[in-house]
């Protein structure tokens, strides 16, 4: 019930903007996320935000990605300065008190 886009391929030190939005209303949704997934890893979480709280990001995150959710419950993840170990496939997540969604997944490829 959730859809990703924005994924592609970019230069060492580009950006990317992620964007993900419920395909049909999700009452209730607490929290958003995104998180990525590289190959022979465990899928991480990336940066959050619910209700009322600032943003959360993981120490790879900090200073160069940005998350933002409007009002349609539209999650974006901004990404500048982004480097090889950035490549992965991100997912959007959102949660509710009794539910968790995710999205199909996009990729982002950060070459040399």
């Known amino acids: 019930q959730l859809q990703a886009f924005g994924g592609g391929l970019v230069q060492i030190g580009g950006s990317l903007r992620l964007s993900c939005a419920p395909s049909?209303?999700?009452?209730?949704?607490?929290?958003m996320a995104w998180y990525r997934q590289s190959p022979g890893k465990q899928r991480e979480l990336v940066a959050s935000v619910a209700h009322g709280d600032s943003p959360h990001y993981a120490e790879s995150a900090k200073g160069r990605f940005t998350i933002s959710r409007d009002a349609k419950d539209t999650v974006s993840l901004q990404m500048n300065g982004l480097k090889p170990e950035d490549t992965a496939v991100y997912y959007c997540n959102a949660r509710t008190w009794t539910s968790v969604y995710w999205g199909q997944g996009t990729q982002v490829t950060v070459s040399s």
């Open positions: 049909e209303s999700i009452f209730g949704i607490s929290l």
